[in-house]
């Protein structure tokens, strides 16, 4: 099973329609039925999860490949969290795999754009070419860094358009 399932960061007011597979796998010594749940922790009523096949039977060292449909029929705001339980029936353990999943309208704070050196904001502070800092909430999905030179045009599904150039991000 994966360790974890992310629909990502996605903006304010889309639809989502995703179907992630992932491998369940009896490591047990005999045939085990195994069943497999969505339990919503942050839930909105304009999605479905469905996961396929909900339970199955696997012989020792037998695996099968379990479907996770999720579909909104309106558009998404917010965040939705959850996990999938696989529980065996043998054994009575269960397996948690957490899901997410964000919706949010990325916003930059009035005055967020300034020099990265000094910090100051306005249109007389920052010069084409120079490197800015950008403060708001919502701006990416997590933390990342660019790895190589050339710089990402790209982080933690973040893009920065600056006069309609994406601009490269550290």
Known sequence: APVSISFGARASGGFLASTTDFSVTNVGTGPDTFTVTVKPTVSNANLTLAVSPQSFTLGAGGSSVVTLTANSSQPMHGT????????????????????????????????????????????SSIAAGEIVSIFGSDLANGTDVTPTVPLAHSLAGTTVTIGGTVAPLL
């Open 80 to 123: 939705i969290e959850g996990t999938l339980a696989i529980q065996s029936q043998s054994s009575q353990s269960t397996i948690t795999v957490p899901y997410w999943g964000t919706f949010l309208q990325p916003h930059v704070n009035f005055g967020g754009v300034v020099n990265a050196a000094s910090l100051i904001s306005g249109p």
